[in-house]
């Protein structure tokens, strides 16, 4: 189901020392306890990342208009090049600058073609979702005037009467102008503070990456991805002893004196099942080229440590060989049956992710996870127990 809103699970787990036996003196060392919380964030708020770092609308507007404005080809260019014409100032253009409400609109039908693109930087995240707290319909993300009228008609893109959107900042002064920098703040207060500031308070930044998938959507939505992920570093890293102290008194008084800071970023290559093994050394060196330049820009001055792997939560694969690999489907009987996917299918992972690189390019399977009825034999999966024994330090 799709997650509308962060969810928690809090554990108490004891880790026992694979090396106390009885016949080690170890053995009568108590087991370490570690106390877990997992916060699960809705990945749509992360294109809201830019709304934790400035906390003036002024400079959020700025830095989406200039995102825009890269966006050269594909991912609804022709639809940002609109919105960022029409947002231009008379007075260095020459062309009278549109009214808000035209703004507004013209904004929504660019949402709308990200959308329809499956582009991941639709900002407010709440244009997905209408007053209902209902998901933006497949039917209507498939279409782009759908779309439109659904984000125009249904959602709230802010919060209900409310609408945030960018503008110039030839617009600071007018009454337009401050009231949306008025539900910028308001945003930034009821949603985005409470979706991602509590991963100020994590001591690990785990980020789930599904580098096949990117590597079918082209070099805009790596490109995307990036920025946004440097974006929350950016929020979340303490700069230096002082801050780490000054952001964990901050955190004791807003999120609870048991949070941390982050000291590690984990950019995790997920679905790790959809590539080949024979290309998992390339697949390693893809993710942590994308943990790279994402922390570039604070790992000089941030003192938490980078980290870089693969898994899969469920892995589909019953077996491969150099020529095939072979997962499970449902059938139209509702039967389980095997399907095979060439390898021949497969174009090499890059050593490197590549400047630019057409779409279609790269094809994978798109395994179909099936769960085992009896909840008491979990599936299989790969590199979670890996992840986990480096997560809690377990030798």
Same mark, same amino acid.
């Given at each position: 189901?799709? @997650?509308?809103?962060?969810?928690?699970?809090?554990?108490?787990?004891?880790?026992?020392?694979?090396?106390? @036996?009885?016949?080690?003196?170890?053995?009568?060392?108590?087991?370490?306890?570690?106390?877990?919380?997992?916060?699960?964030?809705?990945?749509?708020?992360?294109? %809201?990342?830019?709304?934790?770092?400035?906390?003036?609308?002024?400079?959020?507007?700025?830095?989406?208009?200039?995102?825009?404005? *890269?966006?050269?080809?594909?991912?609804?260019?022709?639809?940002?090049?609109?919105?960022?014409?029409?947002?231009?100032?008379?007075?260095?253009?020459?062309?009278?600058?549109?009214?808000? %409400?035209?703004?507004?609109?013209?904004?929504?039908?660019?949402?709308?073609?990200?959308?329809?693109?499956?582009?991941?930087?639709?900002?407010?995240? @709440?244009?997905?979702?209408?007053?209902?707290?209902?998901?933006?319909?497949?039917?209507?993300?498939?279409?782009? %005037?759908?779309?439109?009228?659904?984000?125009?008609?249904?959602?709230?893109?802010?919060?209900?009467?409310?609408?945030?959107?960018?503008?110039?900042?030839?617009?600071?002064?007018?009454?337009?102008?401050?009231?949306?920098?008025?539900?910028?703040?308001?945003?930034?207060?009821?949603?985005?503070?409470?979706?991602?500031?509590?991963?100020?308070?994590?001591?690990?930044?785990?980020?789930?990456?599904?580098?096949?998938?990117?590597?079918?959507?082209?070099?805009?939505?790596?490109?995307?991805?990036?920025?946004?992920?440097?974006?929350?570093?950016?929020?979340?890293?303490?700069? !230096?002893?002082?801050?780490?102290?000054?952001?964990?008194?901050?955190?004791?008084? @807003?999120?609870?004196?048991?949070?941390?800071?982050?000291?590690?970023?984990?950019?995790?290559?997920?679905?790790?099942?959809?590539?080949?093994? !024979?290309?998992?050394?390339?697949? %390693?060196?893809?993710?942590? *080229?994308?943990?790279?330049?994402?922390?570039? *820009?604070?790992?000089?001055?941030?003192?938490?440590?980078?980290?870089?792997?693969?898994?899969?939560?469920?892995?589909?694969?019953?077996?491969?060989?150099?020529?095939?690999?072979?997962?499970?489907?449902?059938? !139209?009987?509702?039967?389980?049956?095997?399907?095979?996917?060439?390898?021949?299918?497969?174009?090499?992972?890059?050593?490197?992710?590549?400047?630019?690189?057409?779409?279609?390019?790269?094809?994978?399977?798109?395994?179909?996870?099936?769960?085992?009825?009896?909840?008491?034999?979990?599936?299989?999966?790969?590199?979670?127990?890996?992840?986990?024994?480096?997560?809690?330090?377990?030798?």
């Amino acid at each position: 189901s799709k @997650t509308l809103a962060n969810e928690e699970y809090r554990a108490a787990v004891r880790i026992a020392d694979a090396r106390r @036996t009885k016949w080690n003196p170890r053995h009568y060392l108590p087991d370490s306890r570690k106390h877990v919380t997992l916060i699960d964030i809705p990945g749509e708020r992360f294109a %809201d990342a830019d709304m934790l770092r400035f906390d003036d609308y002024w400079d959020w507007s700025e830095e989406v208009l200039h995102r825009l404005s *890269s966006m050269t080809e594909g991912d609804a260019a022709e639809e940002a090049a609109t919105f960022v014409r029409a947002c231009d100032d008379e007075k260095h253009t020459g062309r009278p600058q549109a009214p808000v %409400d035209q703004l507004r609109g013209l904004y929504q039908r660019l949402l709308a073609g990200l959308v329809q693109r499956d582009h991941p930087f639709i900002t407010p995240s @709440t244009a997905l979702i209408d007053a209902n707290g209902q998901f933006l319909p497949d039917e209507a993300a498939a279409d782009s %005037d759908a779309a439109f009228r659904w984000i125009s008609e249904r959602a709230q893109c802010g919060l209900p009467n409310a609408p945030v959107f960018p503008l110039p900042k030839s617009l600071r002064e007018t009454e337009a102008g401050k009231q949306v920098a008025a539900n910028y703040k308001r945003y930034r207060s009821e949603v985005v503070i409470k979706s991602l500031g509590p991963l100020k308070g994590c001591r690990d930044l785990l980020v789930l990456v599904d580098v096949a998938g990117i590597l079918e959507l082209g070099p805009q939505w790596k490109n995307t991805l990036c920025d946004m992920m440097s974006s929350i570093v950016e929020a979340v890293s303490p700069h !230096s002893l002082t801050g780490r102290a000054l952001q964990r008194v901050w955190r004791g008084a @807003t999120l609870g004196w048991g949070s941390d800071y982050v000291r590690r970023v984990w950019f995790v290559a997920a679905k790790c099942d959809r590539v080949h093994e !024979s290309q998992y050394k390339r697949l %390693d060196n893809l993710i942590d *080229s994308l943990n790279r330049e994402a922390t570039q *820009s604070v790992i000089g001055k941030s003192r938490f440590t980078r980290r870089s792997t693969r898994v899969a939560a469920i892995d589909c694969i019953i077996a491969s060989d150099q020529k095939e690999m072979r997962y499970n489907k449902v059938n !139209s009987d509702g039967e389980v049956e095997p399907f095979v996917f060439p390898v021949a299918k497969m174009v090499d992972l890059p050593d490197a992710f590549a400047d630019d690189w057409p779409v279609g390019l790269y094809a994978f399977a798109e395994p179909e996870i099936i769960l085992p009825k009896n909840r008491g034999n979990p599936p299989k999966q790969r590199g979670l127990d890996s992840l986990t024994a480096k997560l809690f330090g377990i030798r």
